[in-house]
């Protein structure tokens, strides 16, 4: 794909994960609303406003078509894309990256919801790459689970399909000539052509390319042998290891990568080895690297993963808990010592993470 030179300069990005009531599977236990709340609009709002308020520089969503396996404090979801939407037009400068599927789901429809979501938030989406290859996800929709080898192939099929179809409408494709009666200028749409091992897609798309040109892929770093994403996320088994899972992924080639980190702080009078040992005695937390501490000791360990990383994907133990200590007493300190700059109004999230805008390739054809 013609792209311009990625800079060198790499502004320190500050992601969220929002989902459900946060990453400890018993967090509906400390949850600030009842339980029907989880799955209304107030809920939405709420913590996503409270995200970009704060100054964080992109919220991710996650999803999934069944209940996890274990996790009784999330009875459904709704749909990620669904979520970013609504927070799109009640959000100033944060990023919406919704997780949407690769392998069970239509790719054209899918480039298409990514490109409205670009519009409905002024140029501050993005796509995180999923490519969940579990059997409950293939019956969810009548279709047989892939072969372990064939997933990461068809998560780049349909990453390429979408930027395909959003380079499928050249920028100026929209003339609106009412001396003409043109509303298109027809030479300027063009066919994606796009030949996977499952699927094809003719194309064009049916919206304008998306203002970023393309948004913003952030893909799993298990996924980078095979899909072009513009970010990486990086994870690893305990806090030591995300620096050199963080250069691994940038090895690839990857413009951008993220360290994911899972956070519990000391919050309302306890410790948060106090609150976490409090959640487990409910339900064990297992996951990757985590830190619990004080915020203060959070913004220094996240000095330090800004020397190995581009940034970093916090997973709140607990959204109603940790969100208010994140924007309260990490992000400020942050940004006191230079080490994060907030993103203004009209901030596109290709220029939060100091990517450029790509050129569309078939004009450069």
Known sequence: MPSLPVPENRPNVVAVELDGDGAHPAAWRHAHHLPDGLLGGARISGTVQAA???GFH??????????DAGTAGIPGRIDAVQRAAFAAPITGSIGLVPEVDTLYTEPFHVATQLASLDYASQGRAGWLVSAANAPEEARAVGREQLAAAAAPLEAADAVEAGRRLWDSWEDDAVI???STGRYLDRDKLHYADF?????????PAIIPRPLQGQLVVIAPAALLSTVEADVALASAATVDGLA?????AAATGVPRTLVELDVILDARGQTAAERLAELDRHEPWTGGARYVGSPAG????????FDAADGVRLHPAVVDVD???????VLPAL?????VSAPAAGTTLRRSFGLPRPANRYAAA
């Open 52 to 54: 970009d308020i704060a």
């Open 244 to 248: 050199a899972a963080a250069s691994a």
């Open 176 to 178: 609106r000539d009412a």
């Open 323 to 329: 969100l208010p200590e994140l924007a309260l007493n």
């Open 298 to 305: 959070l913004v220094s360990l996240l000095a330090r993963l």
């Open 195 to 203: 030949e996977g091992e499952r699927f094809a897609v003719k194309g």
């Open 335 to 339: 940004r006191a010592a230079g080490l």
């Open 58 to 67: 992109l919220a991710t969503f996650r999803d999934s078509r069944v209940v």
